[in-house]
Every structure is written in C-alpha cells, then in structure tokens.
C-alpha cells in the first residue's frame, strides 16, 4: 500500500479513531498520543519492513482494534495516576458539534451522552474491557464478533462484558437527558443568576440536593470534596461569582455534547461549566479548573 494511499485511508478513520480513545480515556491529550501511536504502526505497513505484509481489507476495524488495544493499555497506566489526583477527577472538556457531523438525530444522541461528563465519571468505574466494550458497542455499534476480535475476547465473554458496563452505567447515569433546547435555555439562566449575585433566582434553578463537582487537581481553586445542597452550593457560587477575574469573558458553547461555560481570563481558559439537568431543575454542576484538561479548548 503507498504511503500517500496509507495516510488517506487514516486520516478517514481518524475521527473515529479519536472518539473510541478519548471516549476510553477521557483526556483528549491521551487519546491524541493513542491515536499517534496506532498511526505509527499503521504507516509501518509502507515501510521497507512492512511491505510485504498482507493488504488489510477492511481498515476502520483493523484501526480501531489497533487503537483499543492501545487505549486499554494506556487505561492501565494512568489508573494509577488518578488514584492519587488530588480531589474529584472530572473528564477533559472538548468541543463537540454533533449537529453538524451526524444527520441522525438519534445517532447524535448516543454520541452526545457517550462523551457527556456524567458517563465519562461512571465509565471511570469500569474495568478497562469493560469500558473498551461499552465505548465499541454504545458509542459506535460494532457487532459483538468484531468486538471479540479485537479485544481477543470469545464473543460469549464480550457480550457478559457488554451486559455487566450497561447495568453499571445505567444504575449510575442520570436516568432523564433534557434536550439542548431546555439545556441551553437553563445554563443561559445559571449564568446570569450566578455571575448577576442573585440568590432567588439561581435557587430557583436548583434541584434540593444538586451536586457540585469541582477539578483542579491541586493547581487552581475548586473544591476538593463534592458539595451537596441547593443552599450550600448556591452560596459557593455566588460567593465565586462575585470574585474579580483579570480580563474575563464568558462563552456559551457545545462542550462534551450539550451547552457549556467557558470562562476566559486574560484571553486563556480558566473555568469550564457544564450543568446536569433533569426535571427542569440543575441536578449536577461540573466545574473543571485543572489548567491542564485546557488544551483541547483553548482554540475556540
């Protein structure tokens, strides 16, 4: 295969790729190195070593077994890592626009769930086949015998997999998704009420026992346990939202699937928002401040 004809055909599957690595990993600088990788031994086929190999019929799932096996391995190396972060890990935050890359509204609800924060946190619980299993199967819709093959796994045992991640997802994940519509609407208000110091009507938003999360990693200001309570949480907001930022500006943007807030001080990523809604009321508020889960945003 000539190198010309071998970047092509990757550069094709690369979204795909990105996904299933990210969606495994849940930083975009982890996957990107995946990705890099899988695009290495990939490239090597038009090597003078690897041209005699045999002619791949059907790349995206040669690719995507390559990237798999990858991420799982690189999932097992960093678990030890986040066993040590210091405070509530949160996914890194990346622009997202389903809207304009899949025609199908359904499709675009299962790709914008499968990278929203609350997933991402409960795929945290699962083992690295588990959630290689759960991402190929959910996000993308591979069969379960393509999934067997990559994962070197019997089709039996994937499909136990697949059964036992879906049940852990499901008993954790928020069992109501509003749509963007009344997301949008309802994270335009949070932004007003918190930034404008106005207690009624940001209570008003808030369901009783709404969550904040917050991730810093030690290097920022956030909380370093989860807060639970529409008044205690409320409170913190407020007192945040009063705080002087150098130069700061707010954007509302597609993050991770559904509306977020991008805080920008001095022109750079400061402060990423993203609420959980249900029932009309913010069930969960996700802050990221870790300046090292910015890179993927920092363009936008």
């Known amino acids: 295969m000539a190198t010309d004809t071998l970047t092509d055909v990757f550069e094709e599957h690369r979204p795909v790729l990105t996904g299933v690595a990210y969606r495994m990993l849940g930083r975009a600088v982890d996957a990107e190195d995946v990705v890099q990788e899988a695009w290495l031994r990939w490239s090597a086929r038009g090597s003078d070593g690897g041209a005699a190999a045999p002619e791949v019929r059907e790349p995206r799932a040669y690719l995507v077994r390559i990237t798999a096996r990858l991420a799982i391995d690189r999932l097992r190396q960093i678990r ?26 359904a499709e675009r609800t299962i790709l914008a769930e499968s990278v929203s924060f609350a997933v991402l946190v409960v795929l945290e619980s699962l083992s690295p086949l588990e959630r290689a299993v759960f991402v190929l199967r959910e996000a993308f819709g591979f069969p379960y015998g393509e999934i067997a093959a990559t994962l070197d796994r019997s089709e039996a045992a994937v499909r136990q997999l ?25 994270t335009e208000r949070f932004l007003a009420a918190a930034s404008g110091g106005d207690l009624e009507d940001l209570l008003g938003l808030l369901a009783p026992q709404v969550r904040l999360v917050g991730d810093s990693g030690g290097k920022s200001k956030a909380p370093l346990r989860i807060m639970v309570g529409a008044d205690k949480v409320s409170r913190f907001l407020l007192a945040v939202g009063q705080t002087p930022v150098p130069a700061a500006d707010y954007q509302l943007t597609e993050i991770n699937g559904a509306p977020g807030i991008v805080l920008r001080s001095a022109g750079k990523p400061d402060t990423v928002v993203q609420l959980e809604i249900a029932n009309g009321l913010v069930q969960c508020i996700y802050i990221v401040r870790n300046p090292d889960k910015f890179a993927a945003i920092a363009s936008l």
């Open 162 to 186: 697949a059964v036992r991640a879906r049940r852990r997802v499901d008993e954790r994940k928020p069992r109501y998704r509003a749509n963007p519509e009344e997301c949008r609407d309802l």
């Open 80 to 105: 030890s890592r986040r066993e040590s972060y210091v405070g509530p890990w949160l996914p890194e935050p990346i622009a997202t626009d389903f809207a304009a890359t899949s025609a199908d509204a």
